[in-house]
Protein backbone atom coordinates (compact mmCIF):
# COMPACT_ATOMS: atom_id res chain seq x y z
CA UNK A 1 0.00 0.00 0.00
CA UNK A 2 1.65 3.28 -1.05
CA UNK A 3 1.45 6.32 1.27
CA UNK A 4 -0.77 8.11 -0.87
CA UNK A 5 -3.50 5.48 -0.36
CA UNK A 6 -2.44 5.15 3.28
CA UNK A 7 -3.34 8.80 3.49
CA UNK A 8 -6.59 8.53 1.89
CA UNK A 9 -7.94 5.97 4.01
CA UNK A 10 -6.61 7.47 7.35
CA UNK A 11 -8.68 11.20 6.03
CA UNK A 12 -11.51 8.56 5.41
CA UNK A 13 -11.56 6.94 8.57
CA UNK A 14 -10.84 10.19 10.51
CA UNK A 15 -13.77 12.20 9.38
CA UNK A 16 -15.78 8.65 9.59
CA UNK A 17 -14.93 9.14 12.97
CA UNK A 18 -15.33 12.61 13.87
CA UNK A 19 -19.19 12.38 12.51
CA UNK A 20 -20.35 9.24 14.50
CA UNK A 21 -19.90 12.00 17.38
CA UNK A 22 -21.77 14.74 16.87
CA UNK A 23 -24.98 14.55 17.99
CA UNK A 24 -28.19 14.19 16.22
CA UNK A 25 -30.12 17.85 17.37
CA UNK A 26 -26.65 19.46 16.13
CA UNK A 27 -26.89 18.01 12.48
CA UNK A 28 -30.79 19.00 12.48
CA UNK A 29 -30.00 22.47 13.13
CA UNK A 30 -27.52 22.58 9.83
CA UNK A 31 -28.90 24.67 7.46
CA UNK A 32 -32.33 26.11 9.89
CA UNK A 33 -31.08 29.46 9.60
CA UNK A 34 -32.54 30.84 6.60
CA UNK A 35 -31.70 34.26 5.10
CA UNK A 36 -35.58 35.42 5.40
CA UNK A 37 -36.00 34.76 8.98
CA UNK A 38 -35.32 35.37 12.56
CA UNK A 39 -34.00 32.77 15.24
CA UNK A 40 -35.08 32.46 18.46
CA UNK A 41 -33.97 33.34 21.89
CA UNK A 42 -33.32 32.26 24.99
CA UNK A 43 -35.68 32.98 28.12
CA UNK A 44 -32.90 35.05 29.44
CA UNK A 45 -32.48 36.93 26.11
CA UNK A 46 -35.39 36.52 23.97
CA UNK A 47 -35.25 37.32 20.21
CA UNK A 48 -37.34 40.28 18.79
CA UNK A 49 -40.14 38.64 16.90
CA UNK A 50 -40.88 39.78 13.39
CA UNK A 51 -44.10 40.65 11.93
CA UNK A 52 -42.01 40.53 7.92
CA UNK A 53 -39.82 37.83 8.15
CA UNK A 54 -40.83 34.10 8.93
CA UNK A 55 -39.73 33.84 13.52
CA UNK A 56 -37.98 30.29 13.31
CA UNK A 57 -38.99 27.27 15.59
CA UNK A 58 -36.42 24.20 16.66
CA UNK A 59 -37.04 21.09 17.89
CA UNK A 60 -35.66 22.35 21.22
CA UNK A 61 -37.69 24.93 22.76
CA UNK A 62 -35.23 26.61 24.96
CA UNK A 63 -34.53 28.25 22.12
CA UNK A 64 -37.91 29.33 20.80
CA UNK A 65 -38.50 32.52 22.58
CA UNK A 66 -39.74 35.54 21.37
CA UNK A 67 -40.20 39.51 23.04
CA UNK A 68 -43.26 41.38 21.56
CA UNK A 69 -43.56 45.24 22.56
CA UNK A 70 -48.00 44.75 22.40
CA UNK A 71 -50.20 48.00 23.05
CA UNK A 72 -53.56 47.83 25.07
CA UNK A 73 -56.02 46.72 22.32
CA UNK A 74 -54.21 45.43 20.05
CA UNK A 75 -54.54 42.05 18.83
CA UNK A 76 -51.56 39.90 17.72
CA UNK A 77 -52.17 36.62 15.56
CA UNK A 78 -49.59 33.59 15.39
CA UNK A 79 -49.70 30.96 12.68
CA UNK A 80 -47.14 27.76 12.99
CA UNK A 81 -45.85 26.12 9.76
CA UNK A 82 -44.51 22.83 11.06
CA UNK A 83 -42.39 20.00 9.61
CA UNK A 84 -44.95 17.70 11.28
CA UNK A 85 -48.52 17.28 11.72
CA UNK A 86 -50.05 17.83 14.86
CA UNK A 87 -51.39 14.78 16.10
CA UNK A 88 -54.75 14.71 17.76
CA UNK A 89 -53.07 12.37 20.56
CA UNK A 90 -50.47 15.38 21.26
CA UNK A 91 -53.08 17.59 20.92
CA UNK A 92 -55.28 16.05 23.67
CA UNK A 93 -52.00 15.14 26.04
CA UNK A 94 -51.73 19.39 25.56
CA UNK A 95 -55.50 20.02 26.66
CA UNK A 96 -55.23 17.21 29.28
CA UNK A 97 -51.99 18.23 31.57
CA UNK A 98 -52.54 21.82 31.02
CA UNK A 99 -49.48 22.36 28.83
CA UNK A 100 -50.16 24.60 25.89
CA UNK A 101 -47.56 24.63 22.16
CA UNK A 102 -47.24 28.38 22.80
CA UNK A 103 -46.66 29.61 26.14
CA UNK A 104 -46.98 33.42 26.83
CA UNK A 105 -45.15 35.43 30.07
CA UNK A 106 -45.19 39.19 30.36
CA UNK A 107 -41.28 40.81 30.93
CA UNK A 108 -40.68 39.50 34.34
CA UNK A 109 -41.67 35.74 33.16
CA UNK A 110 -44.52 35.62 35.23
CA UNK A 111 -46.91 32.86 32.90
CA UNK A 112 -49.54 34.13 30.99
CA UNK A 113 -51.93 31.15 31.38
CA UNK A 114 -55.09 32.57 30.27
CA UNK A 115 -53.49 32.67 26.66
CA UNK A 116 -52.96 29.42 25.61
CA UNK A 117 -53.28 27.04 22.70
CA UNK A 118 -52.86 23.11 21.92
CA UNK A 119 -52.94 24.34 17.84
CA UNK A 120 -50.85 25.82 14.88
CA UNK A 121 -52.70 29.23 15.96
CA UNK A 122 -53.10 31.79 18.33
CA UNK A 123 -54.56 35.06 18.56
CA UNK A 124 -54.00 37.56 21.63
CA UNK A 125 -55.66 40.45 22.28
CA UNK A 126 -53.43 42.26 24.76
CA UNK A 127 -55.11 44.08 28.00
CA UNK A 128 -52.32 46.44 28.69
CA UNK A 129 -48.98 48.21 27.04
CA UNK A 130 -46.00 46.43 27.76
CA UNK A 131 -43.60 43.31 26.38
CA UNK A 132 -44.99 40.00 26.03
CA UNK A 133 -42.45 37.33 25.94
CA UNK A 134 -43.73 34.20 23.49
CA UNK A 135 -42.44 30.46 24.01
CA UNK A 136 -42.97 28.10 21.46
CA UNK A 137 -42.91 24.47 21.95
CA UNK A 138 -44.16 22.03 19.69
CA UNK A 139 -42.64 18.69 21.07
CA UNK A 140 -40.33 16.97 18.60
CA UNK A 141 -41.25 19.47 15.42
CA UNK A 142 -39.42 22.24 14.21
CA UNK A 143 -40.72 24.83 11.28
CA UNK A 144 -41.48 28.76 11.91
CA UNK A 145 -44.54 30.97 12.37
CA UNK A 146 -45.58 34.28 10.58
CA UNK A 147 -46.73 36.71 13.15
CA UNK A 148 -49.54 39.71 12.23
CA UNK A 149 -50.45 42.46 13.94
CA UNK A 150 -53.68 44.39 13.76
CA UNK A 151 -53.82 47.55 16.28
CA UNK A 152 -56.92 49.45 17.41
Known sequence: ????????????????????????????????REPNSVSGG?????AKMSLELR?????????????YAGKEGETLKLESILDFAILSTQRTACLEDGETFIAVYDSKMNSLDWI????KNLSVTFPVDGTYIF???YPGNKGYFNADSHKP
Open 1 to 32: MGIRTFMKLFSVVMIALLMTGCDEDILDNIGD
Open 55 to 67: NMIVKNSFYNYYK
Open 135 to 137: QIK
Open 116 to 119: RTCT
Open 42 to 46: TANAP
